[in-house]
Nanobody
């Protein structure tokens, strides 16, 4: 029993900015990992950014590093994706995802981080469209 609701998508020109929001409720509000994925027509779903809620560590795809920023407001059970310097290649449907336990957490002797594999996440939002024009 969990729900993720995204908002904030839209159409912008290249170089513009958008801020996506994902509000979590139910089981998703206590997820170990929350992240954003995107999927463009004809392409596979790819991880964009994710956060390990237990430690607060954030991770970004190389293609968005330095342009996108993931943040979280615990009081509102909401995660945000600030997207700056948008490019036409960022055009896609963006999905918020959440997961808990071994399915999404990866371990090393000194670190824990969240999976970048969409199949490892348990809950998904309906998606919000982001369109960037050249």
């Amino acid at each position: 029993q969990g729900q993720l609701v995204e908002s904030g998508g839209g159409s912008v020109q290249a170089g513009g900015s958008l801020r996506l929001s994902c509000a979590a409720s139910g089981y998703t509000s206590s997820s170990n990992c929350m992240g954003w994925f995107r999927q463009a027509p004809g392409k596979e779903r790819e991880g964009v950014a994710r956060i390990y809620t237990g430690g607060g560590g954030t991770y970004y795809a190389d293609s968005v590093k330095g342009r996108f920023t993931l943040s979280r407001d615990n009081a509102k059970n909401t995660v945000y994706l600030q997207m700056d310097s948008l490019k036409a290649g960022d055009t896609a449907m963006y999905y918020c995802a959440a997961g808990s336990g071994m399915s999404v957490i990866r371990y090393s002797p000194s670190q824990r981080w969240c999976s970048n594999n969409a199949d490892d996440y348990n809950y998904w939002g309906q998606g919000t469209q982001v369109t960037v024009s050249s």
